[in-house]
């Protein structure tokens, strides 16, 4: 099976602008979640999603934002870009039905990197 | 709350030798465990977990993890280290689902630099 892909995998915008990224789950996989790694504050969970719905949200304000669509793709939105949302920005699926052992795994994207200037 | 410590910045290793790196965690309920490995410019790989069950997992690349509840820790280990192992290594922690409503956040640790030298 092909593992998450997350497109672009670069990225650099200017602040104030906004930025859409994207990301592919494993074929069959229904959950997505979406991760931001900086080296001040580590790895750190924005939000996920199941189904076309938000079912976690972490910590973040509401210029980030997200959505699911029906083949499970799903898409970050970060609106007034700040300096300080450069970042990784990490992707990762999970599958379901796959009884307690498989469904639990996350597995990640190579990321995008979104550097704000 | 749910909440990782990795103590270690970085751990320091001569190729052949045996590793550890170090994780406590902290959780309400039974802990979902894992391990995850980030090469430079790259995503997480997954290396291994634990939910259930024996207390010592194998996962990929010779790695193993132990679980021990009592002291709440999960430490990673490889009996022989190879200089390709050398990356950043990641504890992750998950409540179980009947406390986070059947959500899958995970809490990461700060990471531990892994170095294995010649």
């Known amino acids: 099976k092909a593992g998450v892909t997350q497109t672009p995998r670069y990225l650099i915008k200017t602040r104030g602008q906004q930025v859409t990224l994207s990301c592919s789950p494993i074929?069959?996989?229904?959950?997505v979640s979406w991760y931001q790694q900086t080296p001040g504050q580590g790895l750190q969970f924005l939000f996920e999603?199941?189904?076309?719905?938000?079912?976690n949200k972490g910590n973040f304000p509401g210029r980030f934002s997200g959505r699911q669509f029906s083949n499970s793709r799903s898409e970050m939105n970060v609106s007034t870009l700040e300096l300080g949302d450069s970042a990784l920005y990490l992707c990762?699926?999970?599958?379901?039905?796959?009884?307690?052992?498989?469904?639990?795994?996350?597995?990640f994207g190579p990321g995008t990197r979104l550097t704000v200037l | 709350a749910q909440s990782v410590a990795q103590p270690e910045d970085q751990v320091n290793v001569a190729e052949g030798n045996p590793l550890t790196v170090k994780c406590t965690y902290s959780?309400?309920?039974?802990?979902?465990l894992f391990w995850y490995v980030q090469y430079p410019n790259r995503g997480l790989q997954f290396l291994l977990k634990y939910i259930t069950g024996d207390n010592l997992v194998k996962g990929s690349y010779g790695f193993e993890a132990e679980f021990n509840k009592s002291q709440t820790s999960f430490h990673l280990k490889k009996p022989s280290a190879l200089v390709s192992d050398s990356a950043l290594y990641f504890c992750a922690v998950r409540g179980p689902a009947i406390l986070t409503g059947g959500g899958n956040k995970l809490t990461f640790g700060t990471g531990t630099q892994l170095k294995v030298e010649l």
């Open positions: 959780v309400s309920g039974n802990p979902y």
């Open positions: 990762a699926s999970r599958g379901t039905g796959q009884g307690a052992r498989g469904a639990d795994t996350q597995y």
């Open positions: 074929s069959g996989h229904r959950s």
């Open positions: 999603y199941f189904s076309e719905t938000q079912r």
